[in-house]
């Protein structure tokens, strides 16, 4: 063998030995963290059956195993131990757990029948004819279904580019919006695309750039005096021909879509500055170029507002992309946007036999109307601003907090080992993330530097569960900068 082949085969190892885990390892960490005897046995069986590479096994050192829910915002595993839950099942819980109408939707759609190939029923029109209704954009549209979200973004990159005959699509970079083979090249992520070797993502016409990640500015830049040089940067590379995107001179242009998350949910719970969204929708529009919106997080009430596009007034996204919480905790996704581009392909253009199956309709129907009725939404917004106060509070205390962001009960927290100079603190979230887990806590950990905590408890979690959150946290960072030596500057 050449050196240079020896080399990727050192490579490879590398690798896989990089993301690799080890079982026994996992078992010392639970027994440490004091997982009760049936979670001990249960995680146990799980290891022996269960393929490491899915992922539970990236969120702690140990994972818990997840019996039921309790009222507002708790999860107990499987010795009954309480946790305040807050992933609400990664967005999609909204409503929290238990509500009889759903269930009683379920059971009677079940009764009917539950599934039949993506045929027509009454329940899924039903449900097409309310989410157009409750879809940003004041014109006709039409529904498109899917099952993930990552099923709903391969619709979407397919129509577009089938709609307007052009090849590209924007995103940003540290997007999130599946993991699929194709979708993987719209969610740039190391350890995503690490996973994909040795084909790399294999989308060659989709094109990133910087999200405005202002505590971090991916151009080195002050909030203040930036002048939106993230703006800047997309109108420079749809000016000059030699981006290959587009040719002003000629009136002419590749790009088929901006297909972006508002706020990178995956990536940390990151919200951009007020002028930005605004500011990106108006680039697409002077150039005929579609914004498409992957609500698929933000949506549904969990950022104070029905759709996080709600709080620009004036953004109308030609697409918009839900799922997550739509259907109270059954698998349902739906690209929803301008009929003329949804009625631009022809029959079966793409198909997945559970799209818009009966019994998913039928919770979410339940599930939107709750939504709606119950104005959870501003419910979000409320507990959100209480919820935000007590982090605050905490920020002033804890050097190791530093910062906090947050809209309605969308909240990201962000670490650092040394307030001036913000090092991220990685290894210490990853600490904080499973000693949470100890004090009674499910928090996910996220960031482009993997020190954030990304915060989506379910909408209904109560005043004293906040309460009791913040108390949990300002001991765990306690013990964090203790242990880390973190001290205020
Ligand atoms: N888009 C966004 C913004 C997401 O947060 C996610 C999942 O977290 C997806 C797409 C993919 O959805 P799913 O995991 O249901 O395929």
Not at 125 to 132: C, G, M, P, T
Not at 203 to 221: E, K, N
Not at 313 to 323: F, H, K
Not at 415 to 443: C, H, I, N, Q, Y
Request: glycine residues 8%; hydrophobic residues 40%; charged residues 25%.
């Amino acid at each position: 063998m050449s050196a240079e082949s020896d080399k990727m085969v050192l490579d490879a190892k590398k690798r896989k030995s990089a993301f690799k885990l080890n079982p026994d390892k996992i078992m010392r960490s639970a027994t440490e963290m004091g997982f009760g005897s049936k979670s001990l046995e249960l995680l146990k069986r799980a290891l022996a059956v269960e393929s490491l590479g899915s992922m539970p096994f990236s969120l702690y050192r140990a994972p818990p195993i997840i019996e039921r829910a309790g009222e507002g915002a708790v999860i107990y595993d499987a010795d009954g131990k309480e946790y305040i839950d807050m992933i609400a099942g990664f967005s999609v819980n909204n409503i929290g757990y238990h509500r009889r109408e759903v269930l009683d939707a379920i059971i009677e759609q079940f009764k009917k029948i539950s599934q039949y190939a993506e045929m027509l029923s009454e329940v899924r029109i039903k449900l097409s004819e309310l989410l157009v209704k409750v879809t940003p954009g004041n014109y006709p549209k039409k529904v498109f279904y899917g099952v993930t979200g990552t099923d709903a973004n391969e619709i979407t990159l397919k129509l577009v580019r089938f709609y307007t005959g052009r090849a590209y699509v924007m995103t940003h970079w540290a997007d999130y919006h599946g993991r699929t083979s194709a979708v993987s090249a719209l969610t740039s992520s190391f350890s995503t695309w690490a996973q994909t070797y040795p084909v790399p993502p294999s989308d060659p016409a989709i094109v990133r750039f910087p999200f405005p990640y202002c505590y971090r500015c991916p151009f080195g830049l002050k909030r203040d005096s930036c002048g939106l040089a993230c703006l800047h940067h997309v109108e420079y590379m749809l000016a000059s021909s030699y981006y290959g995107l587009s040719s002003p001179g000629k009136g002419l242009t590749n790009v088929a879509a901006f297909l972006i998350e508002p706020f990178q949910s995956a990536a940390g719970y990151i919200i951009p500055p007020d002028e930005y969204l605004p500011g990106i929708y108006k680039i697409a529009k002077e150039r005929d170029i579609l914004f498409v919106v992957d609500e698929i997080q933000t949506g549904w009430a969990r950022t104070g507002k029905l759709w996080a596009v709600n709080h620009y007034p004036g953004i109308e996204p030609d697409i918009i992309l839900v799922s997550k919480s739509i259907a109270g905790g059954l698998p349902c996704s739906a690209v929803v946007g301008r009929s003329e581009i949804m009625d631009s392909w022809g029959p079966g253009a793409f198909s997945t036999t559970f799209a818009g199956y009966m019994l998913a309709a039928a919770s979410a129907l339940k599930t939107i109307e709750i939504i709606v009725s119950e104005d959870l939404a501003s419910q979000a917004d409320k507990k959100g601003r209480y919820f935000l106060k007590g982090l605050e509070e905490l920020k002033d205390r804890h050097p190791i907090l530093g910062d906090v962001q947050g809209k309605g009960l969308y909240i990201g927290l962000e670490f650092v080992k040394d307030e001036r100079e913000k090092t991220p603190a990685a290894k210490e979230t990853e600490w904080m993330a499973s000693r949470l887990l100890e004090l009674g806590m499910l928090v996910k950990r996220a960031g482009y530097f993997r020190n954030r905590f990304a915060l989506s408890p379910p909408l209904n979690i109560t005043y004293q569960q906040i309460d009791k959150a913040i108390e949990i946290f300002d001991r765990a960072f306690a013990e964090a900068e203790q242990k880390f030596n973190i001290k205020k500057s």
